[in-house]
């Protein structure tokens, strides 16, 4: 399975876009970016997830890299909810999530 | 996306016993996956669960100490058997669509 590499910790004010970076060099053709997070004590919330184009949603914006080697998680207008661990993981759809370290966001007022 | 219930939601326990943990999904999935979350850790996937098959398990973790159930596609158990403060954890299923995971179960093993 590729892996991927995020930094550990990023902090990001309220009201601020936060953009998570993740470098995922060795994708496989046939692996989607998905995107999750964690908020404390919870189960893993699923964000977002493309193939090589970029995607949007209520939640969030996905900009894939056009050689698909990195990605980055744009939260627009980040919120003290927004506080969380995020995984950035590659995997063939529908198949087995390996989770890395991921990265602890923290928002502050 | 599918919605999983999970339970229970946490136990504590004591050492040498065993609990089995389920998960009941409102649609029917081929995968169900078991993670495990130590504590202050990222999630480690334990198993693969398919409906009519025995579970895959990953690399350092075997189906004594870990046996799984999966007899229809919207219904998986995990039993942690002979409990050690080891397995102390959070355990989460999560729906093969790629989406959903559950609650967790919040383990103290004493």
């Known amino acids: 399975d590729a892996k991927t590499t995020q930094p550990t910790s990023m902090d990001c004010a309220e009201g601020r876009a936060a953009n998570l970076p993740c470098n995922h060099s060795?994708?496989?053709?046939?692996?989607?970016v998905y995107w999750y997070r964690q908020i404390h004590s919870q189960g893993p919330q699923y964000i977002i997830h493309?193939?090589?184009n970029n995607e949007t949603n209520e939640m969030a914006s996905l900009i894939i890299t056009e050689d698909r080697k990195s990605s980055t998680l744009i939260l627009p207008h980040a919120t003290l909810r927004d506080t969380a661990v995020y995984y950035c993981i590659v995997s063939p759809q529908t198949d087995k999530l390996i989770f890395g370290t991921g990265t602890r966001l923290q928002v502050f007022p | 996306s599918a919605v999983i219930s999970q339970k229970p939601s946490r136990d504590i326990c004591q050492r040498g016993t065993s609990l089995t943990i389920q998960c009941q999904v409102d649609s029917q999935v081929t995968m169900m996956f078991w993670y495990r979350q130590q504590p202050g850790q990222s999630l480690t996937l334990i198993a693969t669960a398919n409906q009519g098959s025995e579970a895959t398990y990953e690399s350092g973790f075997v189906i004594d100490k870990f046996p799984i159930s999966r007899p229809n596609l919207t219904f998986s158990t995990l039993t942690v058997s002979n409990m050690s403060p080891e397995d102390s954890s959070i355990y989460l299923c999560?729906?093969?669509?790629?989406?959903?995971f559950g609650s967790g179960t919040r383990l103290t093993v004493v």
């Open positions: 060795t994708i496989s053709g046939n692996e989607y």
């Open positions: 493309g193939l090589k």
């Open positions: 999560s729906a093969g669509d790629g989406y959903t």
